[in-house]
């Protein structure tokens, strides 16, 4: 029995429908410490992009084969007539009048803007652009040009299986029962899933970054409504660990656009010498467009709860929010703000490859029984990357200046501060950095301890290795440059373990212990 292919055409193609043989055919995570380790944090930040944007087998195929279909264009596609779809199966019946297709044994049905259907049977219509797959099948759906610039239903990739589906190729819109996969970074299921060019939704279903046959962590809902690089809505939503719901909500959102800021879906917990086991989610709500309304939660066994409160509004390059809370820094040092207004802008100067920055603070400060009104603003400048020999050898440098006020003694705190960071990157697992900062601000003549250097002259040099494809280790080390002596020594392990990454951090000088674990790691 030889195998057969339908080759449904517009403009651009062969106007025939041909019989031939088969094989002619996208949480940043931010590193604490003083010994420069977040120099390399675009490593890990990378690892979790590649982890997350990881194709299937299946979608490299589908991705290869309609680059192979847009290389046999003979001309532009035209928008007015349905997209090139190539039928195939081992036993295929065509009636070239009516446009009725019916094909058995390995169907696939592909789409030239990178869509795909596979099943056992299937029938359909390709004058009117049907597809009906009744037992089981499988979509997918990788981003292309061609997809994009005609309207393809996902801007982001999708890997579904289901029952009963229905599908018009050329509404974009459909159905199937029973589903599950992945729909771009996270896992699904459903028990009926429909498409339409815009949304997607799911019903009675769940949503979880988690790809384990049974997910340990997800959230549930009556109906997931996923906006493609836009947002998530879950209706009714639990969010369940195992089969133990933890918390529940009427109406849940998830930003899952690329400039999402952080991931607030799940809880992480950890533990420290200093601060016990600790836990800790974000609750967020959409007040208005660029406002929300948000509570870090969190509860520390040696300290209790610990929360911070507050608003806050982002827009082309500006951050401006209102808090109030406790704060802990990369020290373990902590802070009360009761509350304080911050704001921030970042915006590049003109076509040149340098970038301007304005910061503020102005907040009630109490640490250690002393309460004082502190005030903050300065100015920075820092140029574009500048790539050394090859793009494997970066320098990032950095200038400031800062005026710092407390109330509590009348102390002024004003100068400048500069920096210069270099790594190599060797290969993709080894990496080197080294850099120099100096501040004029910093722990020796502050009030408040929070979020300063020990001293004005400090050096970091450390190294990140890749030994597997879970795990990479990161040596760090701070130098007083003042008095040549070392003063840190930081050693970080990230592991990805079963849905969930450890991160292990030690610090030498201080004795200091962090473990911390992250549910969403990618």
Aim: aromatic letters at 12%.
């Amino acid at each position: 029995m030889n195998r057969k292919k339908v080759l449904a055409a517009c403009a651009g193609l062969s106007t025939a429908m041909l019989l031939i043989p088969q094989g002619t055919a996208l949480a940043a995570y931010s590193s604490t410490g003083d010994s420069g380790v977040s120099i390399v944090d675009y490593i890990e930040n990378r690892r979790r992009g590649e982890r997350e944007n990881r194709l299937s087998e299946a979608q490299k195929e589908l991705q290869k084969d309609a680059a192979e279909m847009v290389s046999e264009l003979r001309g532009p596609i035209d928008p007015t007539k349905p997209l090139p779809v190539a039928v195939e199966g081992d036993d295929m019946l065509y009636d070239e009048r009516t446009g009725d297709v019916y094909a058995k044994g390995n169907v696939r049905i592909t789409e030239i803007d990178a869509r795909r259907f596979t099943s056992d049977e299937m029938t359909g219509n390709l004058k009117e652009q049907e597809v009906n797959v009744p037992g089981k099948g499988h979509m997918l759906q990788v981003p292309n040009a061609v997809g994009k610039k005609n309207g393809g239903k996902l801007s982001q990739p999708a890997d579904l299986e289901g029952y009963r589906i229905v599908y018009n190729y050329g509404t974009q819109k459909g159905s199937m029962e029973e589903a599950k996969g992945k729909i771009g970074k996270y896992y699904v299921y459903g028990k009926r899933i429909e498409f339409y060019p815009e949304r997607v939704l799911v019903y009675d279903g769940y949503a979880t970054r988690c790809g384990a046959k049974n997910p340990d962590y997800r959230l549930t809902g009556s109906l997931i409504e996923v906006y493609p690089q836009k947002e998530m809505i879950i209706h009714n939503m639990s969010l369940k660990v195992k089969n133990s719901t933890i918390y529940s909500e009427k109406e849940h959102h998830v930003d899952i656009s690329p400039e999402a800021q952080r991931d607030t879906t799940y809880p992480r917990v950890g533990y420290s010498n200093s601060d016990g086991f600790w836990m800790s989610y974000r609750l967020q709500y959409d007040l208005a467009s660029r406002l929300d309304a948000f509570a870090d939660l969190a509860y520390y066994t040696k300290h209790g709860m610990r929360n911070v409160y507050g608003i806050e509004w982002r827009n082309a390059g500006s951050y401006a929010s209102v808090q109030y809370g406790r704060y802990v820094d990369g020290d373990d040092n902590w802070i009360k703000k009761k509350p304080t207004f911050l704001y921030s802008y970042s915006h590049r100067i003109g076509d040149l490859p340098l970038r301007y920055g304005l910061s503020f603070e102005m907040g009630r400060w109490e640490n250690k029984g002393i309460t004082s009104t502190h005030t903050k603003y300065g100015l920075s400048l820092a140029p574009d990357t500048i790539y050394l020999g090859s793009k494997k050898v970066r320098l990032n440098l950095g200038v400031g200046y800062s005026i710092t006020r407390e109330s509590y003694d009348k102390s002024r705190v004003d100068g400048f501060s500069y920096n210069g960071v270099v790594v190599d990157e060797f290969s993709d697992n080894f990496a080197l950095y080294a850099g120099y900062y100096y501040s004029r601000s910093n722990k020796e003549n502050a009030l408040f301890n929070y979020g300063l250097s020990d001293y004005s002259r400090k050096g970091v040099a450390g190294m990140s290795v890749g030994i597997t494809p879970r795990d990479r280790i990161v040596f760090g080390t701070e130098f007083n440059m003042a008095t040549h002596s070392l003063k840190d020594v930081d050693y970080y392990w990230f592991h990805d373990m079963h849905c969930v990454q450890m991160i292990l951090r030690y610090r030498e000088k201080r004795d200091q212990w962090h473990v911390t674990f992250q549910f969403t790691p990618w």
